[in-house]
């Protein structure tokens, strides 16, 4: 096993993290952002507001990215399983 394989594999391991993770922080950032403008203009500070609006723009993104996001995690797991063989040499 060499050090650039290493290295392509540790890259692939944060190119997918980032594709699974990446659209929901986006949209518990959005969501937080939009609530706290809101809360700033009408002078309503109820931190409950915001963990509501965080906790649907998440479920609402892994809805629609979800099945994206598991066909790549699951495409990463077997290409890494399949290379086994290739690591323990």
């Given at each position: 096993m060499s050090a650039d394989y290493v290295l392509a594999l540790f890259a692939g391991v944060l190119k997918v993290t980032l594709i699974i993770s990446g659209p929901l922080l986006l949209?518990?950032?959005v969501g937080g952002?939009?609530?706290?403008i809101i809360q700033t203009a009408t002078q309503i500070n109820e931190p409950s507001i915001a963990f509501v609006v965080k906790c649907t723009a998440?479920?609402?993104?892994?809805?629609?990215?979800g099945?994206?996001?598991?066909?790549?995690?699951i495409s990463y797991t077997r290409d890494?399983?399949?290379s086994v063989a290739q690591v323990v040499r």
């Open positions: 949209a518990a950032l952002l939009f609530v706290g998440v479920i609402v993104t892994l809805l629609l990215v099945p994206y996001a598991a066909q790549k995690a890494t399983f399949g």
